[in-house]
């Protein structure tokens, strides 16, 4: 395959991956819901309510030119066990203010002047805030995918060079969840910037709404169905090793020759089911049977990359 048409195939592969937010109404869902848990978490950890609203969800690629654009004061960097990138939440110049400002019990009848140097006293009650974002984040995502993010650092100096060292070039596209934090004249905005590659294998799920409607659906008749469906039978292969030959050479295949394979004892085996690959496992012996044993489920989309670049 030449270069040109390997940069080609990445580019579409990488376009079908983006996220536009237009196209996924879920996404407001989880905005919504997501400001209503943080406003509910926040009021009982301050003297005094705050409001938050959910503003909007767009693409961000980040750039030191980019979080000047958007007053930055902070960044509370994002980890999670289960994606090796950095998810961010970030706060402009205004958010430790509001959010002291509530800490204190004020009801935000002056709007704190733009850029003031943070204080130990509004940084203490910024990071708290902003955890409370990553914390409340992990639920309301759940019913789609389970994030399990974790705070990491506070970043107050030097943001920009920071990400930059941090964060690998090819891993700075994010979906951001825009929020607007206020109380009375005080008011803030906050950003919460999840990975993209973490979000673009669910898409599928953002795209529809859940249905939270009454079911009309016989539930003794969906239990037999259900029944039913279990005692299908299917046909499972286990399958050790794919590769090619030519005409030529499979003409020439008669009983007794041996066929080297590229698999070793070693290799995963493919588990397929009805043409559909599922899981990969590891091969043994229990007794006198060869079986399997099940290590890793199969990733489509990982599969249609695979499939494409194979070629």
């Keep these: 395959m030449d270069t040109v048409t390997e940069r080609n195939i990445g580019e579409r592969l990488r376009s079908a991956a983006r996220i536009e937010p237009e196209r996924f109404p879920r996404l407001k869902l989880i905005g919504n819901k997501w400001a209503e848990a943080v406003s509910a978490k926040l009021a009982a950890a301050h003297a005094s309510p705050l409001s938050v609203e959910f503003v909007a969800s767009s ?12 007053d930055t004061q902070m960044v509370l960097t994002v980890r999670s066990a289960k994606w090796r990138e950095t998810a961010l939440v970030a706060a402009d110049g205004r958010f430790a203010d509001t959010i002291t400002e509530a800490g204190f019990g004020g009801d935000g009848r002056d709007a704190p002047a733009a850029g003031r140097p943070l204080t130990s006293v509004g940084r203490f009650f910024a990071d708290a805030a902003l955890r409370t974002f990553v914390e409340t984040g992990n639920a309301v995502f759940a ?25 690998a070039p090819e891993a700075r596209a994010f979906l951001e969840f825009r929020f607007r934090v206020s109380i009375g004249r005080c008011e803030a905005a906050l950003r919460v910037a999840i990975p993209e590659s973490v979000l673009s294998p669910h898409r ?16 003794t008749w969906t239990r037999d169905l259900e029944a039913g469906f279990q005692k299908t039978d299917m046909h499972v292969r286990a399958i050790l090793c794919e590769q090619q030959s030519s005409l030529g050479e499979i003409s020439t295949f008669h009983v007794g020759q041996t066929i080297a394979l590229d698999a070793t004892m070693q290799s995963l085996v493919l588990l397929e089911c009805e043409g559909q690959r599922l899981f990969r496992g590891s091969m043994g012996r229990s007794r006198d049977t060869y079986v399997v044993k099940v290590s890793e489920p199969v990733d489509p989309t990982e599969e249609f990359i695979d499939d494409i670049l194979a070629h």
Excluded at 149 to 157: P, W
Excluded at 208 to 218: C, K, M, T
């Design 59 to 70: 693409p961000f690629v980040l750039s030191t030119a980019a979080l000047s654009e958007t």
């Design 143 to 167: 019913d789609v995918v389970a994030l399990g993010m974790s705070a990491d650092r506070l970043l107050v100096e030097g943001i920009g060079h920071k990400l930059e060292e941090a964060i």
């Design 204 to 219: 599928r799920k953002f795209a529809a709404l859940p249905d939270e409607g009454p079911s009309i659906v016989d539930e």
